[in-house]
C-alpha cells in the first residue's frame, strides 16, 4: 500500500486488557486449581469488531493448543479465552485489524491468580488483574480512519461495568504527568542557572587573570 493511501495523523483507541480468575472448589485431576479468562476489551461503549479482526492469545506452553485466536468479540465485546490452571505466566496478547496493511498490536500480560481480590455482592472472591492501555494508530489506512473516526459506533464508558474506577485513574495520571512536566521544567531552569552562574564565574576569572602582571592573551586558532 502506497503512502497516498494513509491518512496523515494519529488516532488512538484505549481498550482494557487483563483476566479475570477465581478458585475451585476442589482441585481437578490434572492439578488445575483456578479458573480464568484473560480478555480484551473496549475501554467505551462500543464493539471491537468494528476495527479488530481478530486477538491471538499465546498461552504457557504447557497448555494444549498454546495459541489460541479469537476472531469474534463476545456479546459484552470481549475477546477472551476460558481455561484452568494452578500457575501464573505472562500471556501475549497479538491483536490483528480489520484492514490487513495496519501493523498488529502486541503486549504481555501476565496472569494473576491470587491478586488483587475483590468481593462480589454475594460474598464470593474474585481476582481480577487490568490494563487500560491505548491503541495507537499513526498515519491509518483509509479504511481504518473511516471506522476509528465513526462516532456514531462508540458511547462513552460506562462506570458501573467495571471493579476499577478508570475515569479516576485517567484523572490521577494526568496530574502525575502535569506535576513531572513541571518538575522537569524547573530542574532544567535549575540546571540553566547553574551554567550561567558557571559562566559568570569563569569570565570572572579571566578577568582576574588579564589583571595579572605578565599575562599575555592567546588568540591563536587552531
Known sequence: MSSKDRIETTLTKQIVYGNISTKLPIKLANGHTHRWTIYVKPYNVEKLNNFIRKVQFKLHSDYENSVRVVEQANSNGSFEVDE?????????????????SERQAICSHYLALHQPEFIENDGSIVVVKEVLDQLVFVNPTKKMFDVLNDKSLVKPHDPSKWRFNYPEIIEAQEKMLEELAEQSEREVEELREAIREMAKRCEEYHEKLRETPGYVENNDEE
Open 84 to 100: 484452568t490452571g494452578w500457575g501464573e505466566f505472562p500471556v501475549q496478547i497479538k491483536i490483528s485489524f480489520i484492514d490487513p
